[in-house]
């Protein structure tokens, strides 16, 4: 099941993402939702993702975190499922994965204790937070006992109405989601 969603999603965000303009208009939206969350005010280090294209683009919130003093890190992932998060900025030597994502090739390593908001990628989303990833597993693992605020930047594309979470499927603690904006 959560293959057929996964398939029909990222063709939708596929889709969604020939539109340049629609897609960073709905990503501004998320963004100033998020900026002006207690959850990123309050958080000094942040764990995301460096996005592939037809996810939602992280490189204008790390600029943004980093203007703003907070410091960010980055999954660096190793076999089984497994990964860790590792200090980012423009100088840190990256390498592509065979999955297409860039991770650092050696920077420092955060205990999960230091990350104070990890922001979760994933392709389909409920309202209560429970998502389906891109199936590797790696973060259902990593937040088993990740103690930290977690969020996730969702596309309307990306909301689901009908799935049942597996019973290990932890949910994020807040979603940010496109908001229609009222008239002047």
Known sequence: ?????????????????QDSLKKQNKEDNILKQLYQSPEWQE????G?????????DTSRLIKEAIRSGKTICVPKTFGKGLMDFHFYDE?????????????PVDSQKFDKSEIDL??????GFTKEGYR??????????YLAD??????????????LNEFTPDKYDLP??????????GPL
């Open 48 to 56: 995301v993702t460096l996005a592939m294209p037809i996810e939602f």
């Open 91 to 103: 100088t840190i030597e990256m390498f592509q994965t065979s999955f297409g994502v860039y991770e």
């Open 43 to 46: 958080s000094q280090v942040i």
């Open 1 to 17: 099941m959560k293959k057929t969603y996964r398939k029909k999603i990222l063709a939708s965000l596929k889709d969604m993402s």
């Open 146 to 159: 990740y103690e930290g605020e977690t969020c996730s930047l969702v596309f309307d594309e990306q909301l």
């Open 118 to 123: 990890l922001i979760v990628p994933g392709v």
């Open 172 to 181: 994020v603690d807040t979603l940010f989601t496109y908001q229609e904006e």
């Open 132 to 141: 389906i990833g891109f199936g590797g597993g790696f973060y259902d693992r």
